[in-house]
């Protein structure tokens, strides 16, 4: 079972799809939780999720947006997005039968 | 953004965060720097994030044995006893330095005796420094060999030891194995030169000098040679033994 952090990645590369790369990834994350998102957590997850074949990164062409630096292009592997649905699965049947706003008031 | 101009904090950050991200792997530091640079971070932002990143993979491969056994069983042994050895082959050789160096007479030139005692003297520290030059080497061989992954952590971390050993330990040791070693060299270890710096000038110029130089040479290979790194190993343990 993966982490929420690993889901997070997961999710935003399979979002971004052909255009899914750190700062963009970084981006979709800080959208979603509303809360900030490091490099040094970034980074070393997506290594982990490489490392367990979920994704596969590659080295883009330098852009001149980026100062003529390459970006670390990411795309989701079949296991990666097995494992992301598992993980759906587990929350969502984790969840069946709670509400959290009656809970919070309760 | 140009992380040249703005004030003078930024460029700092920025000329901090550059020093930093040469400990990242050169892709990954092109890639966290076009992050940097996409995302619109301030100097002091980028700093904190790629501070984040290199302390990460840095304590990353501490959470496996390896790099604990390589700790425990090379960096620290080896950091000791060369500091100390260092320590004793400096402080051997101090003697004959400063019997030369502070007792010189021109005088002495001409008489045969004084060139048969120098050349023996000049011989045997040469032979001293030599091995002292080699053991060290052969230690930077093997730290620079052994793990590419921890090539920073365990360089620094042996040259710490090198220093601590050289400050704290070996002076510590020597005074408690042999306490009266310098009673017979007063006037020698009187001088704070042969006593404090002398010591430090040849952990300087014998250990870290050639540990150093074949550290970043080992370590900069492809594959380093793990076969001959081993068998180094097994020589350094050796020597260690008969030490």
Known sequence: MIGE?????????????EDAYGAAIRQE?????RHGCSIGALYTTLDRLEAKGFIKTRMGDPTAERGGRPKRMVRVTAMGI???????????RASRGVSWIRVAVR | MDPSRGPMMTRVCWQLVEILSLMLHPDE????RGDLVE????????LRDVLGLVVRRQATPWTHWRPWLTLASLVVPLGMLL???SKSTADGSAVYVWMYANNWKWDDLGNAGFWYVFVETVFLVFKWYLALACWSW????????ISPRMIQTNGVLFFLMLLFGALVAAPRYFAYVWPFRYGAKGPVFSLVFYRETFPLIVLALLVVGPSLWVYVKASGRKGSGHSSARFCGLLEWQRCMQW
């Open chain 2, 138 to 145: 052969t230690s930077g061989f093997v730290l620079g060999s």
């Open chain 1, 82 to 92: 097995r494992a992301a649905s598992d993980f759906y699965t587990a929350v969502t």
């Open chain 1, 5 to 17: 952090f690993e889901y997070l990645i997961l999710s935003a590369a399979t979002r971004l799809r």
């Open chain 1, 29 to 33: 994350i800080e959208d979603a939780t």
């Open chain 2, 39 to 46: 995302f619109g971070a301030t100097g002091s932002q980028a």
């Open chain 2, 83 to 85: 500091s100390v050895v």
């Open chain 2, 29 to 32: 530091r092109q890639a966290v």
